[in-house]
């Protein structure tokens, strides 16, 4: 008897029968077959979105169309389904439609591990099963196998089967092998294996297959790049094991060796605990021979290298961080032990440990630590902060009460300011001789105490008192040393606590005027102008203690100077000043109407800054009034940006072209002198079509996968790529002229730049960087990469044509995964040794 159930109905399970003896099935063992088959323990929940068919005396339940069974942790999907309730199995299959395509394919989801089939029989009482034309998803790849068995213990065996990272249904690529056992979350491991690319076997072969597929770390030995340097002879490159210790650290042995002796020894080590921090060690040891020994040139140098990053966690700590980011090393190591072009054409090594901590209640304290060195490769001076500490607190207001009513008096706005700075610092050390002659150190109090109020509604007073204190346990002393037969101007540091003080005194007023013009019938709406106009005093009484006279020549030739001119904070100014300073800032700017803009107009900014700046000294006896500065800066065609200055004076020169205490009015009738100008003029400009929403595969982002059919679903992934090419132009232009000496001097530097990439095709990809030095009257750094996107595979080829890295490299691998290390390379090494490097 059947029944038939219509599309979209769910039927509740049918009970088996224990008096009803079970059916002989091959996924039910002889050994543990039973006369009488017993009832699942859990209800099997199915619907499907055509029909459902019951045939009650054989107790089967046919599924047709998107039929679907939850069983416990177990889900099955195909197009069509067939459940046993007296075997308590389930079969199930695709359809293949009128143009003998296959729709509807099984797929069975167990947890978190999911494939796909041909056809699937699974037996719930057993949790066996037998699984045709598999395809499931394993150890970041794909297995393939004609026919599986799946056995209660999860366990996994494949007859005739493959594996590979590509993910079409039809694979370019897999590891052949005729039988395989899997254990999920563990390995795979396999009989006879053997590389077939394209249906064609190739000639690699292995006696057997391991692939490990836990999810905590693994350890394996890291396959190098062969090649041939033109100074060092063939190599191995990158060679070594790489260890999983655990899931928070790992460790990393490579070196590279090359046969005429050079050698590069690397140990490198990542660590990260989640929500606390990650960092990373490297040391590297290396051994640089060139030429021959006992030969004319033959040279050989041992270097080193140190690096560690550190970076904590920002919900670790909200008050404190610790960071750290040090690179330490020989100054002959980056000349021949790097591969990237960024660390080869750097000649400085910076580090950096820092600590900040937030303090008080409401955070208003903060410390900060600081460790710095920095090196230079070339000069091989390096310089040294051990330590820096800088100690400071929030503005607050010490005349304000807890509890106010209306407005506040004028001295509760008075605000103040702390901060303390301590520092030692080894300054321009070459080497370890003298090594007290070049530590400078000292400690620097800072209280400014400010005040700013609204004036007459539209002006702004401010005014600033700041009260600064250095502490220093040296000073200099300079002596003329007179003597019969030799005579000569002594200087050196006398040992013991000083105090230098110092105080100065600000005061402003200012005001914006505003000024609009408004346009009716015109695309430019208007055009706005403000002028920021300022004058203000400054008063710096002068502290003379500090400062002594000493004779300098057998002239008799005097010289004043400051016993803290050395200082690491500096030394308080002599001389005092009083001075009157009027400075006057300008924008401009124009409104435009724009389709494009949301708001229908658009804001361009014609003058982001033009300011003008002028003083009168009070206390000078001569030449009290200053130059006239001029500082401007725009941004032209939202690529195009300028700076520029120039300076006038308004006194006159002497025939040796000293400046004079006359008017440069009484010697030309001239109210200001031009002395200098500059302008700077920086370019950037990007060339690219309008961004299109048609996602293709691009030729060398990783990873990226084929627009063609899997036939397994949710493993299709695109890579957008929406430009076809993009091009940048950057350009400087610098120029400065100074009219004070003669003949005039004139400097002129001019630089560019420029890189792009575009597509050939949505698969061949082609970017370059390179520049011109117009002054060197030569090319910058340049390079050509050429990528072709091979679905599974990728094709690289960089060309350094030029310069001291020319060198190229071709190579052709599986995309990074599992199999990363199936490859090919051709490396070679092409420029030419710089024996002074050494």
């Known amino acids: 008897m059947f029944f038939i159930c219509t599309t979209g109905y769910s039927q509740k399970p049918l009970k088996s029968d224990s008096t009803v003896k079970s059916q002989d099935t091959s996924y039910v063992s002889k050994k543990n077959r039973k006369d009488k088959a017993e009832p699942i323990k859990s209800k099997v929940k199915y619907n499907a979105k055509d029909s459902i068919l019951f045939e009650v005396q054989k107790k089967k339940v046919y599924l047709y169309g998107k039929a679907e069974i939850d069983y416990e942790k177990i889900v099955l999907k195909a197009d069509y389904i067939e459940i046993n309730f007296d075997s308590n199995t ?32 699974y037996n719930f009482k057993s949790k066996k099963g037998i699984i045709k034309e598999v395809i499931m998803e394993e150890s970041k790849g794909y297995l393939h196998g004609s026919k599986v068995k799946r056995s209660p213990n999860s366990a996994v065996y494949i007859k005739n089967g493959a594996y590979t990272t590509c993910s079409n249904e039809h694979a370019h690529f897999q590891i052949d092998f005729s039988k395989a056992k899997i254990i999920p979350g563990d390995k795979i491991i396999t009989g006879p294996a053997y590389l077939e690319i394209e249906d064609i076997p190739v000639p690699l072969g292995l006696p057997f297959g391991y692939f490990p597929s836990k999810n905590k770390q693994k350890s394996g030995l890291i396959f190098p790049t062969f090649g041939e340097d033109a100074t060092r002879g063939f190599f191995l490159n990158k060679v070594g094991y790489y260890f999983g210790l655990n899931d928070y650290v790992d460790l990393t042995l490579t070196s590279d060796l090359y046969t005429r002796g050079s050698y590069n020894f690397n140990a490198s080590s990542n660590y990260a605990l989640r929500y606390k921090y990650k960092g990373n060690v490297s040391i590297s040891l290396a051994n640089t021979i060139l030429g021959e020994e006992k030969q004319p040139g033959y040279q050989e140098s041992k ?65 900060d630590i600081d460790l710095r060195q920095d090196q230079n490769t070339q000069t091989k001076v390096f310089s040294m902060t051990f330590p820096e500490v800088a100690f400071s607190v929030d503005k607050f207001y010490p005349l304000r009460t807890s ?31 003298n090594l007290g002659k070049h530590i400078r150190n000292g400690m620097q109090h800072s209280i400014p105490v400010s005040y700013s109020m609204p004036v007459f509604k539209y002006f702004t007073f401010s005014s600033q008192l700041a009260l600064t204190e250095r502490w220093y346990t040296q000073s200099l002393k300079q002596e003329w040393i007179s003597n019969t037969d030799k005579s000569f101007l002594s200087k050196y540091n006398v040992n013991g606590f000083q105090t230098a003080h110092e105080a100065s005194f600000t005061s402003s007023i200012s005001t914006k005027l505003f000024g609009i013009i408004q346009f009716k019938k015109s695309k430019i709406k208007a055009i706005r102008h403000v002028i920021t106009p300022s004058i203000g005093f400054s008063y710096y009484p002068g502290f003379t203690d500090y400062y002594h006279t000493v004779q300098t020549d057998t002239k008799g030739t005097m010289l004043k100077y400051s016993i803290f001119q050395n200082g690491i904070y500096g030394t308080p100014l002599g001389d005092k000043s009083g001075k009157v300073n009027l400075s006057v800032a300008n924008n401009l700017e124009m409104k435009v109407r724009s389709k494009k803009d949301s708001v229908g107009f658009k804001k361009i900014v014609l003058i982001d800054n033009l300011t003008f700046n002028l003083n009168y000294d009070l206390f000078k006896d001569s030449m009290k009034l200053s130059d006239l500065t001029m500082t401007g800066r725009t941004k032209l065609l939202n690529n195009l940006d300028v700076n520029y200055g120039a300076a006038w004076s308004p006194y006159a020169l002497d025939k040796n072209r000293q400046l004079i205490n ?51 679903p949710g493993i299709d992934k695109f890579a957008p790529f929406n430009i076809p090419y993009n091009f940048n132009v950057f350009l400087t232009l610098n120029y400065t002229k100074n009219w004070v000496v003669v003949p005039h001097t004139e400097t002129i530097v001019k630089t560019l730049g420029f890189n792009g990439n575009f597509d050939l095709t949505p698969k061949w990809k082609i970017s370059f960087t390179s520049g011109y030095d117009f002054n060197a009257k030569d090319f910058s750094y340049t390079t050509v990469s050429i990528g072709r996107d091979l679905h599974c595979w990728e094709m690289k080829f960089d060309w350094i044509p030029f310069g001291i890295q020319k060198r190229y490299e071709f190579l052709i691998r599986v995309k990074p995964g599992v199999l990363q290390d199936l490859k090919l390379t051709k490396k070679k090494e092409l420029w030419q040794t710089q024996q002074n490097n050494l």
């Open 90 to 121: 389930v079969y199930s299959t695709y359809r293949i439609d009128s143009l003998g395509k296959r729709s509807g394919i099984p797929q069975f989801t167990e947890g978190t591990q999911t494939f796909n089939a041909s056809v699937i029989t």
């Open 303 to 367: 270097d080193f290298k140190i690096i560690w990053n550190h970076n904590q966690d920002p919900k670790a700590n909200l008050n404190s961080r610790f960071a750290a980011s040090v690179n330490f090393g020989s100054s002959k190591y980056n000349a021949y032990n790097v591969t990237n072009a960024i660390d080869h054409l750097t000649n400085t090594y910076t580090s950096s440990i820092s600590y900040h901590k937030e303090i008080g209640e409401n955070n208003n304290m903060h410390l």
């Open 403 to 433: 509890e106010r009513v209306g407005k506040r008096p004028w001295y509760e706005n008075i605000g103040v300011n702390y901060s303390v700075n301590f520092k030692n610092q080894v300054d321009t050390l070459s080497n370890l001789t």
């Open 662 to 712: 006359r008017s440069y009015w009484d010697q030309s009738q001239k109210l200001l002198r031009f002395e200098s100008t500059n302008w700077a003029f920086n370019l950037n400009y990007n060339i690219k079509p309008k961004a299109k929403s048609k996602p293709q595969s691009s030729a060398l982002n990783n990873p990226v996968t084929d627009n063609e059919p899997t036939g397994i």
